[in-house]
T-cell receptor, first 116, second 112 residues
Framework: EAGVAQSPRYKIIEKRQSVAFWCNPISGHATLYWYQQILGQGPKLLIQFQNNGVVDDSQLPKDRFSAERLKGVDSTLKIQPAKLEDSAVYLC??????????????FGPGTRLTVT | SQQGEEDPQALSIQEGENATMNCSYKTSINNLQWYRQNSGRGLVHLILIRSNEREKHSGRLRVTLDTSKKSSSLLITASRAADTASYFCATAWNNQGGKLIFGQGTELSVKP
């Protein structure tokens, strides 16, 4: 079974520039998550999709971050404009779950973003 | 804010020894999960224990859950150098649709 794919793996941009990350979840997984992981910390959920609808975006800085999951499969996360504090690893995860139960999540390799 | 707090933050042991990591959390949970993260394989799910379970085993891993103390422990027996990684507990709340809250992690170093 193919895992969660993410691209690019690394990105270096200057502050105030924009950047986009792409994620392809495991085939058939209804739920997709984007996490931000700052060095030395655990992942923090930014947004959760179930199929192509947003379930939770309470911790997404909506003034600069946006995400979409067209057709309920691939997803993109965008930052515009980037700030220095956005330097982190952005992780995408997927899960077969629907509804209220929680299952294990399968993570992609992440995109390491450096904002200079 | 982070729901789970891991203890210790860092742990260094010799190969063959056992490693114990602890996790405390604040609110009622549906389940608690442990993940491992290293540079080679990213973040990988290890084990899930439900709120009505007290202990679970998977290979060399043993997880306990004490809901009265809101705490969990992960024991890795007969550790290997390949177990060197960061270990995170993640809690799933009731009726939160799968949302996980991760702790800060324990950095485990296993010396050959």
């Amino acid at each position: 079974e193919a895992g969660v794919a993410q691209s690019p793996r690394y990105k270096i941009i200057e502050k105030r520039q924009s950047v986009a990350f792409w994620c392809n979840p495991i085939s058939g997984h209804a739920t997709l998550y984007w996490y931000q992981q700052i060095l030395g910390q655990g992942p923090k959920l930014l947004i959760q999709f179930q199929n192509n609808g947003v379930v939770d975006d309470s911790q997404l800085p909506k003034d600069r971050f946006s995400a979409e999951r067209l057709k309920g499969v691939d997803s993109t996360l965008k930052i515009q404009p980037a700030k220095l504090e956005d330097s982190a690893v952005y992780l995408c995860a997927s899960s077969p779950e629907t509804g209220r139960r929680s299952y294990e999540q399968y993570f992609g390799p992440g995109t390491r973003l450096t904002v200079t | 804010s982070q729901q789970g707090e891991e203890d210790p933050q860092a742990l260094s042991i010799q190969e063959g020894e056992n490693a114990t990591m602890n996790c405390s959390y604040k609110t009622s949970i549906n389940n608690l999960q442990w993940y491992r993260q290293n540079s080679g394989r990213g973040l990988v799910h290890l084990i899930l224990i439900r709120s009505n379970e007290r202990e679970k085993h998977s290979g060399r891993l043993r997880v306990t859950l004490d809901t009265s103390k809101k705490s969990s422990s992960l024991l890795i027996t007969a550790s290997r150098a390949a177990d060197t990684a960061s270990y995170f507990c993640a809690t799933a709340w009731n009726n939160q649709g799968g949302k996980l809250i991760f702790g800060q992690g324990t950095e485990l170093s296993v010396k050959p």
